[in-house]
């Protein structure tokens, strides 16, 4: 059996990482390690446990340069990571090892993010309407599909690399923003594959309380990817979300100069498709709450994505 090397990094270590930690430490695999990566260790002590933790202390990085760091000081051949605000289940390793090791061609592997429980009921859900694909672009973050399949990217909060794929591929960039996008795209183009597994599982406690946090989100969310289209221009390629949703602006603006009869046109398709989502998300969720939430969870994102969108993209003044 191989070993594997969880990385986990964090900006302070604290009491807050311990359910993630519990859930690792109850995994169904034997040959593992955890190594830590933070800016400021507060948990002074960690649980006595079998498995080796390595804590590595590292204030100002990155989260790609942290990520690095991980990989820099593990053993593993295989690296998986998982973020301090999530918890797996006892299958997760034996899982992610099972599927990236079908073929060779397979480079890296990720799975499901599910909705944490213990969240409110608005952010419960604010997060499963956002879990249809069509109103969220297909994102592998957000959409928890039902089948195995390759993708273009999986999200570093649950995420398992082969270690030679990631010394091939450089590691990652030092950036703050859609460094999981951007090294997927370069493990994809060193020729390897990137697999969706729904197996393999994890649980997010998103930090989407109310509808401030919930726009705050999606705005810093489009940011990011707004500047990393401009920063790495590959990825447009991989996320085509933020690519749509710029050419969707850019079209609509002077079609509505030139025709602006279409002022009325374009929302009213908008507003069926809303109500398409509407119907929908009643139909999968059976409860009306979730229908009359559908219009303002779509349109809220949608804005403050592609407010965020372009304020990265036009306030992008490089390194």
């Given at each position: 059996?191989?070993?594997?090397?969880?990385?986990?990094?964090?900006?302070?270590?604290?009491?807050?990482?311990?359910?993630?930690?519990?859930?690792?430490?109850?995994?169904?695999?034997?040959?593992?390690?955890?190594?830590?990566?933070?800016?400021?260790?507060?948990?002074k002590t960690l649980s006595m446990a079998?498995?080796?933790?390595?804590?590595?202390?590292?204030?100002?990085?990155?989260?790609?340069?942290?990520?690095?760091?991980?990989?820099?000081?593990?053993?593993?051949?295989?690296?998986?990571?998982?973020?301090?605000?999530?918890?797996?289940?006892?299958?997760?390793?034996?899982?992610?090892?099972?599927?990236?090791?079908?073929?060779?061609?397979?480079?890296?592997?990720?799975?499901?993010?599910?909705?944490?429980?213990?969240?409110?009921?608005?952010?419960?859900?604010?997060?499963?309407?956002?879990?249809?694909?069509?109103?969220?672009?297909?994102?592998?973050?957000?959409?928890?599909?039902?089948?195995?399949?390759?993708?273009?990217?999986?999200?570093?909060?649950?995420?398992?690399?082969?270690?030679?794929?990631?010394?091939?591929?450089?590691?990652?960039?030092?950036?703050?923003?859609?460094?999981?996008?951007?090294?997927?795209?370069?493990?994809?183009?060193?020729?390897?594959?990137?697999?969706?597994?729904?197996?393999?599982?994890?649980?997010?406690?998103?930090?989407?309380?109310?509808?401030?946090?919930?726009?705050?989100?999606?705005?810093?969310?489009?940011?990011?990817?707004?500047?990393a289209m401009i920063e790495y221009p590959h990825i447009?390629?991989?996320?085509?979300?933020?690519?749509?949703?710029?050419?969707?602006?850019?079209?609509?603006?002077?079609?509505?100069?030139?025709?602006?009869?279409?002022?009325?046109?374009?929302?009213?398709?908008?507003?069926?498709?809303?109500?398409?989502?509407?119907?929908?998300?009643?139909?999968?969720?059976?409860?009306?709450?979730?229908?009359?939430?559908?219009?303002?969870?779509?349109?809220?994102?949608?804005?403050?994505?592609?407010?965020?969108?372009?304020?990265?993209?036009?306030?992008?003044?490089?390194?």
């Open positions: 059996m191989c070993k594997v090397s969880v990385v986990i990094i964090t900006k302070e270590l604290d009491s807050k990482i311990n359910e993630t930690l519990e859930s690792l430490l109850n995994q169904n695999f034997e040959n593992y390690e955890i190594i830590i990566v933070c800016h400021k260790n507060s948990l079998d498995v080796p933790i390595k804590v590595i202390e590292q204030p100002g990085t990155s989260r790609g340069m942290a990520r690095n760091i991980g990989v820099a000081n593990s053993s593993g051949e295989v690296i998986a990571f998982i973020d301090d605000d999530c918890s797996s289940n006892e299958e997760w390793l034996r899982n992610g090892c099972k599927t990236l090791f079908e073929n060779g061609e397979i480079g890296v592997v990720g799975g499901r993010v599910r909705v944490h429980e213990g969240l409110p009921e608005f952010s419960q859900i604010a997060l499963s309407i956002i879990s249809i694909p069509f109103i969220n672009g297909w994102s592998v973050t957000f959409s928890n599909f039902q089948n195995k399949r390759e993708v273009s990217y999986v999200p570093t909060c649950n995420a398992f690399f082969r270690r030679e794929v990631l010394e091939k591929t450089g590691g990652f960039m030092d950036t703050n923003y859609c460094e999981d996008v951007e090294i997927c795209s370069r493990v994809r183009r060193f020729g390897y594959k990137v697999v969706y597994d729904p197996k393999v599982e994890v649980r997010h406690r998103w930090n989407i309380w109310n509808w401030r946090s919930f726009i705050k989100h999606f705005y810093n969310y489009g940011k990011g990817r707004g500047r447009s390629n991989v996320n085509l979300s933020p690519l749509i949703s710029l050419m969707s602006l850019l079209i609509f603006v002077p079609l509505v100069i030139l025709k602006p009869i279409l002022l009325i046109f374009i929302p009213m398709l908008f507003t069926f498709f809303i109500i398409f989502c509407s119907l929908y998300a009643y139909h999968r969720f059976r409860k009306r709450k979730y229908m009359i939430f559908t219009p303002i969870v779509m349109v809220l994102m949608y804005l403050s994505y592609i407010t965020g969108l372009l304020r990265g993209i036009l306030g992008w003044r490089g390194r």
